[in-house]
């Protein structure tokens, strides 16, 4: 057992049922042995199920509460959720780097939840291109990541054309060559990264526990292929646990 963890911190929505947002971060981050800190983005009623209210936190609280965390924490990695939006988003994101350039920062794109409720809508895509030229790593589904281009409708040539920016995996879910296969693309190289097993359960929040699982594999000095593949062992696993939409944390 590592006695000095290090600091992540998750920047997301509190979702009371836990299978979402910081709580199923924090989860995530205890399991793989770092140290979970956590802001709230919003406050919202939903279960598993259903989506109901959000309450979003003001853009100044959050800025404040990042420089309090830095200013205390040698925070190696981020992991960003729900946002109201781009400027939101960018805001926070330049914020990060100025206090600690080293920090790393993944972006989990839910522009939706799974229970069909729309969080962000993006209209200026030249702002979006800046921001992800400070962002590490995105992890778009095969839905969201058509919500981030304003001319492509392929979700892998949209993949490749954003990996000029940031890191991006194409979370294979809805892979409809190759379902369950997700692609990782960088500056540099293309990877595959197949499924290890063939039937999963439904969770409300994998992404976010995916997300937030790459982040902690990051940062322990993980290469990103490498914080890639150990979270989707992690997340089919999470997955696998039990037939319910909210799955149990384990290694």
């Excluded at 039937?199 to 594999?217: P, Q, R």
């Amino acid at each position: 057992m590592s006695k000095n963890r290090p600091f992540v911190l998750s920047i997301a929505g509190f979702d009371p049922s836990g299978g979402a947002g910081v709580v199923a971060d924090c989860k995530t981050f205890e399991q793989h042995e770092v140290y979970g800190l956590a802001i709230n983005t919003a406050n919202t009623i939903q279960t598993e199920n259903n989506f109901y209210e959000i309450e979003w936190t003001s853009l100044e609280f959050t800025t404040r509460s990042i420089e309090k965390l830095f200013n205390t924490y040698e925070i190696k990695a981020v992991k960003i959720g729900i946002v109201p939006s781009l400027f939101y988003l960018g805001t926070i994101v330049t914020l990060i780097k100025q206090l600690s350039p080293a920090t790393q920062i993944v972006w989990d794109t839910v522009v939706k939840s799974s229970t069909t409720f729309d969080f962000l809508e993006i209209k200026n895509y030249e702002s979006l291109r800046l921001i992800l030229s400070e962002i590490d790593l995105i992890t778009p589904n095969y839905n969201e990541i058509i919500k981030l281009s304003k001319e492509e409708t392929d979700p892998e040539s949209i993949a490749e054309t954003l990996s000029e920016h940031c890191a991006v995996l194409l979370k294979g879910g809805h892979n409809p060559n190759e379902p369950g296969v997700d692609y990782l693309y960088t500056k540099e190289h293309f990877f595959r990264l197949e499924p290890n097993h063939s039937e999963i359960y439904e969770k409300h929040g994998s992404g976010c526990v995916l997300s937030s699982a790459i982040t902690a594999n990051l940062s322990k000095e993980q290469y990103v292929l490498n914080a890639c593949k150990n979270a989707k062992i992690y997340i089919e696993n999470y997955l696998l646990s039990n037939h319910t939409k909210l799955g149990y944390h384990y290694v």
